[in-house]
C-alpha cells in the first residue's frame, strides 16, 4: 500500500514534519549526461524545497521530464511520455507535471497548451522550480525560460539518483558557443560559461568520501574551460591529483579544441582514463565547412595521429551524422573511409535531423532523401560494427584493469565494468564487489562487450 499522498494543498502544510509525509518527486531523464547530471540538480533543488525523490510515478505529487530537443525523434518520444503522463493525471488530478530542459527551452509557453503539462523551465531556471511548484498548487501554471550568463549551479551538491556509487558526473561548464549549423543546443542552452575550479573540486571532494570511484567531467566543449587562468589541461590536472584514487573521465572533446596539453595531462596521470570522446560528424571536409566545424579532414586525422602518438593505448570515439544537406555520395565515402582510418573504438551514430532555426534550417534545403539517409546510416553502423570487433579482438588474450559497475544485465552472476578504454567487461561474479578494480584476463568478444575472467 501507498504512504497516503497528500493533496498539493496539505504538501505545504504539513512538510517538512515527517519523512513519510513528504510530498514525492518522480523524474525521468532523455538525451545527453549533461541531462543525467541537471536531474540530479533538479532533485538537490527540490529535496531543499521538502520533497522526496521517487522511482514511482504512482505516488509522485510532481512528475518532471528532463527532455532532449537534439534530433527530431527525441522530442517525438517525449510528446508520446506526456500522453501517458495524461492518463495518470486523470487517475490522480492534483499531479504536477512540469517539462524541463532543452525542449522546454524550445518550445516555451506552447507546451502549456494542452492539459497535461502545468510547468515549463529550461536549463537556466531550475532554482525557480520550487516557486513555480507552489504556484501549480492555486491551479496556476508556471514557466521560466530565461537564460543566464552566469548560472552553474556551482553551489549545488547534486542528488545521485543512480543508486549504485560507483560513477558520478560532475558539470565544469555549460552552454556552448559554437555555431555547428545542424545542432539546436546553443539555443536551448545558451551560451558557454565555466565554473569555478575551487567548486568541481569540493564536488569531487564530496564524491570520493561518499565511496565513487569514477567521475566524468561534463561540458559541450570541455576544452574551450577558461576560468581567470586555469583551462581544461590544468582542471583536469588538479582533479587527477585532488582525487588519486579516482579514475577520470570526460566528455565532449570538440576537434578544433582540443589542446596537446591536455593528452599530456592525460599521460602523465595514471587515473586519468585513456579515452576520448572525439565527434568527427562527417569525413568530407566540403561538408564540415557547410557544417560550420573549422577542421577539415585532414586535420582531424592529424589530431587523431597527435593522440596515438601520446597516448599508445586511447580508445578514440566518436559521433557521425549520415545526410547532412547537399552531402553527396562522395562526401559519404569520404565518411567512411575516415571512420576506417581513425579506426573508431566505438561510435554514436544518426541521421540528420533538421531542427527548427538552426543555420542550417535557415540557410540549407534539407535535401538528402530519407531513403538514402537510411542507407547511409545502415552503412556507417555496419561499418563501426566491424571497427568495433576489432578494437575488442585486440584486447583478446590480455589482461585489463575493470572498475565494478553492476549487476550484469543478462545473469545475476555475472557483473559487468569498464576498462580504462571504456569498454564494457563482462565477468563472472565470485567474490568481487560493486566498487572493486579488478584485473581480468579477456578470454571472449563480441561487437559490444568483452568478456573474461577474474586472476
Ligand atoms: N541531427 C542529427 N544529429 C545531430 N546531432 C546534433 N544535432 C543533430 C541533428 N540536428 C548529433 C551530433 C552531436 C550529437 C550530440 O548529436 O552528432 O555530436
Ligand atoms: Fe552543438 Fe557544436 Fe556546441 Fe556540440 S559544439 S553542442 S554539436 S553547437
Keep these: 500500500m501507498h504512504i497516503s499522498s497528500p493533496g498539493k494543498r496539505t504538501i505545504t502544510s504539513i512538510r517538512p514534519v515527517f519523512d513519510r509525509e513528504k510530498p514525492k518527486m518522480y523524474i525521468e531523464t532523455y538525451g545527453c549526461q549533461m541531462n543525467v547530471n541537471d536531474s540530479e540538480v533538479v532533485a538537490a533543488i527540490m529535496q531543499k524545497a521538502g520533497y522526496a525523490v521517487t522511482k514511482d510515478i504512482g505516488e509522485a505529487n510532481l512528475i518532471l521530464v528532463n527532455t532532449c530537443s537534439v534530433r527530431d525523434n527525441a522530442e517525438q518520444r517525449i510528446w508520446g511520455r506526456l500522453e501517458y503522463f495524461r492518463q495518470e493525471k486523470k487517475k490522480r488530478p492534483d499531479v504536477s507535471v512540469g517539462v524541463i530542459g532543452c525542449m522546454a527551452e524550445r518550445l516555451k509557453e506552447s507546451l502549456l497548451e494542452n492539459n497535461i503539462v502545468d510547468i515549463v523551465i529550461g536549463p537556466d531556471a531550475y532554482r525557480d522550480l520550487p516557486k513555480l511548484v507552489e504556484k501549480t498548487e492555486s491551479g496556476q501554471k508556471g514557466i521560466n525560460v530565461l537564460l543566464s550568463r552566469e548560472e552553474t549551479y556551482s553551489d549545488i551538491s547534486p542528488v545521485r539518483l543512480d543508486k549504485t556509487g560507483v560513477t558520478a558526473f560532475i558539470s565544469i561548464m555549460r552552454g556552448c558557443n559554437n555555431v555547428c549549423a545542424f545542432c539546436v543546443v546553443p539555443y536551448t542552452r545558451g551560451g558557454e560559461r565555466s565554473r569555478n575550479p575551487e567548486t568541481v573540486i569540493r564536488e569531487l571532494k564530496e564524491l570520493s568520501a561518499n565511496g565513487y570511484k569514477e567521475v566524468t567531467l561534463l561540458g559541450q566543449n570541455v576544452d574551450s574551460y577558461s576560468w581567470d587562468s586555469v583551462y581544461f589541461a590544468d582542471l583536469l590536472a588538479m582533479v587527477a591529483e585532488a582525487a588519486p584514487d579516482m579514475r577520470v573521465r570526460f566528455s565532449t572533446s570538440h576537434p578544433k579544441d582540443m589542446t596537446d596539453n591536455v593528452l599530456k595531462i592525460m599521460a602523465k596521470y595514471d587515473n586519468i582514463c585513456n579515452c576520448i570522446h572525439l565527434p568527427v560528424q562527417s569525413g568530407s571536409t566540403a561538408i564540415l565547412q557547410k557544417m560550420n566545424r573549422k577542421y577539415t579532414r585532414e586535420e582531424y586525422l592529424l589530431r587523431i595521429e597527435t593522440i596515438r602518438k601520446i597516448i599508445p593505448d586511447c580508445a578514440i570515439s566518436t559521433d557521425i551524422i549520415a545526410g547532412f544537406c547537399g552531402e553527396t555520395q562522395k562526401d559519404h565515402e569520404d565518411t ?120
Design 336 to 455: 567512411l573511409s575516415l571512420m576506417k582510418e581513425a579506426g573508431y573504438d566505438f561510435a554514436y551514430m544518426f541521421k540528420y535531423s533538421e531542427r527548427p532555426n538552426t543555420r542550417a534550417a535557415r540557410q540549407f534545403r534539407d535535401d538528402v532523401p530519407e531513403e538514402i539517409k537510411i542507407k547511409r546510416l545502415t552503412e556507417i553502423i555496419d561499418l563501426q560494427s566491424e571497427l568495433s570487433l576489432t578494437s575488442h579482438k585486440k584486447d583478446l588474450d590480455s589482461i585489463v584493469e575493470v572498475l565494478v559497475e553492476d549487476i550484469s544485465k543478462r545473469s545475476e552472476n555475472d557483473l559487468c565494468g569498464r576498462t580504462s578504454q571504456n569498454k564494457m567487461v563482462i565477468f563472472p561474479k565470485e567474490n568481487c564487489n560493486i566498487g572493486d578494480l579488478v584485473k581480468i584476463k579477456i578470454t571472449d568478444c563480441t561487437q559490444a562487450t568483452l568478456k573474461g575472467i577474474l586472476i
